[in-house]
């Protein structure tokens, strides 16, 4: 049988060659600075990032803080990342490959751990947020940024399924709330919240993953039957000069104090 981490393996190790790509959000500085400008940074501050991919939110990380331990479970996105992380001369970022649910790390060995874009590729997100809560210090923060589904459960399934047709590594989107109440139950209430809506163009979030043909069909038609009017995908689809692109929001949730050490 097929595992969540077989899944997510072999979906980003395809990805992993066009993770860099300009032309997706990923890499954007706008939302790397939204992140980083809000983060408690500081020349001694030991960060993690859980899921770091090819590093994108620990390279931009990396030059404000003493150290960043950068954590996946796929080799070929920690190898961009070694490369990426070697190009910009940053030598205080470790690699380390490791699954989320088993942080190779003591309890409170961090001032700052950080996971972006993680959470819904997770079968089991409360026990990952739990085992992030236990390697963060008790005055340390916990900075958690991901996709959130619509809150109204029907829309959620659907919106949720067209993801998986993208890419089959995404397990589920949490709601605002789920999001908060799975902070809670790591003993890290969220004490500061924002979100934002990104707009992402379809064709090369669908090239990234290498979304097959009928699947792709299928998503295109959807968007264009919601933008005639048929039902909502919860993708809230957009077209301009003959081409679409859709919204999600993202929202940014952090537990901590709120003393925050002056950046380097
Ligand atoms: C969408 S990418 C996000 C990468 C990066 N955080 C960013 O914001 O650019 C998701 C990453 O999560 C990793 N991942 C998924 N499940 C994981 C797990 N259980 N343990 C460690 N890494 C995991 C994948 O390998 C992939 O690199």
Redesign the pocket.
Known sequence: MTSQ?DR?QSA?TRQAPGFGDPGLS?GREELLRWVVQSLPLGPETRALDV????G??SRAAAPHVRSVAA????TA?LQELRAEAARGGLDNLQPVQA???RLPFADGQFDLVLC???LH??ADPAAKVAEMARVVRASGTLAIVDLLSPDDADLAVRYNTFERMRDPSHTRAVTARELRSLMDAAGRPVADWSARDVELALDPWLDLTRTPDSNRRTIVQALERELDGGPPTGMRPRERGGRLSFLQTWALAQAGPTDRPARA
């Open positions: 981490i997510v980003f990923l899921a770091a991919g090819t994108h939110l954590v996946d479970v796929t996105m699954d989320a649910g972006r874009l993680g590729h997770f």
